[in-house]
């Protein structure tokens, strides 16, 4: 399967943004999704994960409340709404999907991913 995230940019801190990421493939319907971000010189971060009917989520705590995962499998897409963004959270975002349908915080349990999209936030 091939994942194609978009929706980055620049945005002031409290703003929002929605990023999304595209699967070709018939078998997205039968694969839990996740975001993950990353910043120059650290090790990917895990921030939402959403399994394959949409009946789990689960957040970073740093994201819990403001950031919202979500999907819709007849369009093979699954969004991450961002809303009171914060300065931390500039890193180019990156989707992932997992075969065995539940998801995951581990970017280990992960077997396709995207090739990221930068989210700025200013102050």
């Known amino acids: 399967v091939q994942l194609q995230a978009s929706g980055g940019g620049l945005v002031q801190a409290g703003g929002s943004l929605r990023l999304s990421c595209a699967a070709s493939?018939?078998?997205?319907?039968?694969?839990?999704m996740g975001w993950f971000r990353q910043t120059p010189g650290k090790e990917r971060e895990f921030v939402a994960t959403i399994s394959w009917n949409g009946g789990r989520t689960y957040y970073a705590d740093s994201v819990k409340g403001r950031f919202t995962i979500s999907r819709d499998n007849g369009k093979n897409t699954v969004y991450l709404q961002m809303n009171n963004l914060r300065n931390e959270d500039t890193a180019v975002y990156y989707c992932a999907a997992d075969r065995g349908g539940g998801g995951s915080s581990w970017y280990v349990g992960y077997d396709y991913w995207g090739q990221g999209t930068l989210v700025t936030v200013s102050s």
């Open positions: 493939g018939r078998a997205f319907g039968n694969y839990g």
